[in-house]
């Protein structure tokens, strides 16, 4: 990309007083580091997004913009008189890593008691929401994007690599 390239087959450290008569083993050097780095990183955080990725997105996910959808998808009209709000239903989201991810419908009885129904996130409209959900939760909460940041930037080097290469 910077289109740098060496004068000669010798590189010069201006710290330290070293030439490499053979660079290209500077390279693979760097390679294997890298490889290294994101096998270490995987071993050690290898599942650790999932648990908090089902916590964010239980707390965070932005439902007001999706009332249309849920009261679709939960055969709801107009009628709030069990709801909670005068205009508009509640609605949460819920799951965990075995089960995956569900709506909630949150309303009251005649008799004022709180009850649930649960509808599972299946349809591609449901995952559609919670794709939307992720990308909001990368963008403002630091657990997805700092779990896949070093897979991501691990992959833009490889392909700034590889098209250097080619």
Not at 1 to 25: H, Y
Not at 58 to 86: A, C, W
Not at 126 to 136: G, P, Q, V
Request: net charge positive.
């Amino acid at each position: 990309m910077a289109k740098g390239s060496f004068t000669s087959n010798v590189v010069r450290l201006q710290v330290i007083n070293v030439e490499f008569a053979k660079p290209e083993i500077l390279v693979y050097f760097v390679w294997g580091l890298l490889v290294w780095f994101v096998f270490r990183y995987w071993l050690t955080n290898q599942g650790d997004w999932k648990k908090a990725f089902y916590t964010e997105i239980k707390k965070n996910s932005p439902m007001g913009i999706f009332q249309r959808h849920l009261t679709k998808r939960f055969g709801l009209v107009n009628d709030y008189s069990h709801s909670y709000y005068e205009n508009r239903h509640l609605f949460s989201i819920d799951g965990d890593p075995h089960s995956g991810l569900s709506f909630n419908h949150i309303y009251k009885e005649v008799n004022g008691s709180q009850k649930r129904s649960t509808i599972k996130a299946d349809t591609f409209m449901d995952k559609a929401f919670i794709l939307i959900c992720t990308l909001y939760m990368i963008i403002r909460k630091p657990t997805l994007s700092g779990y896949f940041m070093p897979y991501i930037l691990t992959i833009w080097a490889v392909a700034l690599g590889v098209s250097n290469a080619l």
